[in-house]
């Protein structure tokens, strides 16, 4: 086959590993989120319920990461032996915070030590978004060290926090009733400001001090591409701040995820071709043609059924999460 070919292929991969990490930030960031709110609520009754809202959804939310993870082996070997050796403690810490995660979830209705799987469950929650933000912070600096690369680095955590205290608010909104979905409207336009202050900042350090990115910038047409969708990232955040004061309970969740979504395709811009800022490219970090054309024909088979199962159970457990408790 030929370099067209491959070419082809490698950034086919390119976008479906982005897609599949969209699925994931977005899917298992409000399941995060909502992890990490269970903080800030003492009544275990809140808990009940704010669990009860991720509790058919949360472990297939996660397998988007495996598979994530697998493409990333597969497709790009050389950007993964990067990845992994750069970010071997934040992956562990990721997968530390999801273990804890899981078990505290089917430990925390136990007669005993609930209040304290309770906690595990948030804590674990909040180090699965730090790790995450971590992770990002570092991919973006290509790995650089020094301080401005660390402040860098905070910030990108911090925003990652932010932004998937804002998913998990708008769920909240979305899923529950009464003071709980209140409590959910008020921290979610919080949480919006955070997130959105995060990104500003982050673009601002980026354009100053981001060699690569700058210069990635600086090619013609891009930046008539990032100022589209920074106007499309406008136009959602007026969206998710006017449906949360207007009381909508869809609407909030949506933006949010738009939001997110547009995010997420400047950065894919800004970093194209790199697939790590300054070391390696998409095409340097692909596997051999005919590797990359028998894991499309793999992925084209599991694709389907995983999209058609996430939906499905979306729609199965739709609809508010009353608890029967306080009637």
Known sequence: MDSTTHSLLAVTWFGLI????????????????????????????????????????????????????????????????????????????????????????????????????????????????????????????????????????????????????????????????GELERWARRLGLLSAQFTVAAAIALTAATWIDGVAVHVRWSQPGVFARLAGLGALAVLAYVWLVASLFWRSEREPFRAAVTLFIVSFAGLVISLYPDFVPGRLTVMQAASDTLTLAFMLIGIGLVFPVMIGYNLYQYVIFRGKVIDTTRA
């Open 18 to 177: 982005g897609l599949m990490l969209v699925f994931y930030v977005v899917t298992d960031g409000f399941d995060l989120g909502v992890g990490m709110l269970t903080l800030l609520r003492r009544q275990r009754e809140d808990h009940d319920v704010m669990v009860q809202t991720i509790g058919h959804v949360w472990d297939a939310n996660e397998t988007w990461l495996v598979v994530v993870g697998g493409g990333l082996f597969g497709a790009f070997p050389s950007a993964y032996a990067i990845l992994m050796q750069e970010l071997y403690l934040p992956v562990m810490a990721m997968i530390g915070g999801l273990i804890m995660r899981g078990a505290a979830i089917e430990f925390r209705h136990g007669a005993q030590h609930g209040r304290l799987w309770d906690t595990v469950f948030g804590v674990g929650s909040l180090v699965a978004a730090i790790s995450q933000g971590v992770v990002l912070g570092k991919v973006i600096t290509g790995f650089v060290p020094g301080g401005s690369s660390t402040v860098f680095i905070a910030v990108t955590a911090i925003g990652v926090v932010a932004g998937y205290a804002l998913l998990g608010a708008t769920w909240l909104v979305k899923k529950t009733v």
